[in-house]
């Protein structure tokens, strides 16, 4: 965190170094990624990334959508549109903070995206069948996504019953645990952890971390079998 002084964000250890949160998911044909954070140009090119088809978003949050300008390095290489994902509630708040890529009249060099409306139907992105689960972030919902066995959910603190079944016979998830003490639109680590074990998912990874969590090495050494934070570079093949 910007000017903190504390241990965890003054720690040497690699895997302390967090990023916002965000995925990219790559099949045969299709790369996407789910949202695109503050960080998503040091992420892309961090990751040598040189092929990106869409965008999936959970919900429009500064911290899931401040970089979508930097598509536009992909449409100039791609010389394609980007298509874009997202409930209309995150639509909304596109069209607010990105106007100038919205408007009639656009000037040279901006992003060129084709939004694609979506709710918690399934949908495909190029060979890559999504499956949404509709979660809550205190009030607002927030879109998680299971990609065949991999489950990824940030920013809940609660799933209705209907929805946490469609968590259920997946492999591994990655899901946002922000710190011990409880909060009111995230869940802590305690309360992601039971989630997972009534889901009774095999393999857990945390995600969406707060400096107020503790270091890497402190927290997953606390954590049960087949239960780790997530870090930043971390891939996973299935
Ligand atoms: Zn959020
Ligand atoms: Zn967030």
Redesign the pocket.
């Known amino acids: 965190m910007i000017a903190c002084p504390c241990y965890v964000c003054a720690s040497k250890n690699e895997k302390d170094k967090r990023l916002r949160s965000s995925i990219l998911v790559q099949s045969q044909h299709t790369t996407l990624v789910v949202d695109t954070t503050p960080d998503f140009r040091t992420q892309m090119l961090r990751e040598n990334i040189r092929k990106l088809d869409a965008v999936v978003f959970?919900?429009p949050?500064k911290?899931?959508i401040a970089g979508l300008d930097d598509v536009k390095a992909f449409n100039y290489f791609q010389k394609k549109t980007m298509d874009i994902y997202a409930n209309t509630l995150t639509q909304d708040s596109l069209k607010r903070e990105f106007s100038y890529v919205f408007a009639d009249q656009k000037y040279p060099g901006i992003p060129d995206i084709t939004v694609h409306t979506i709710t918690n139907e399934a949908f495909m992105v190029g060979d890559i069948p999504v499956m949404p689960i509709l979660v809550y972030?205190l009030k607002?919902p927030?879109l998680g996504f299971r990609f065949g066995s991999f489950v990824y959910i940030?920013?809940a603190n609660r799933i209705d019953k209907r929805e946490k079944e469609k968590i259920r016979g997946s492999d591994t998830i990655v899901l946002n645990a922000l710190r011990k003490s409880e909060h009111i639109?995230?869940f802590s680590l305690q309360e992601a952890v039971d989630l997972v074990d009534e889901m009774k998912v095999p393999h857990a990874y945390f995600t969406h971390i707060s400096h107020q969590l503790g270091t890497h090495e402190e927290v997953d050494s606390e954590l049960p079998p087949n239960r780790q934070l997530a870090w930043d570079g971390l891939q996973l093949d299935f």
Do not use: A, E
Request: hydrophobic share 15%.
């Open positions: 959970t919900h949050h911290d899931h972030h607002m927030v940030t920013d639109s995230h």
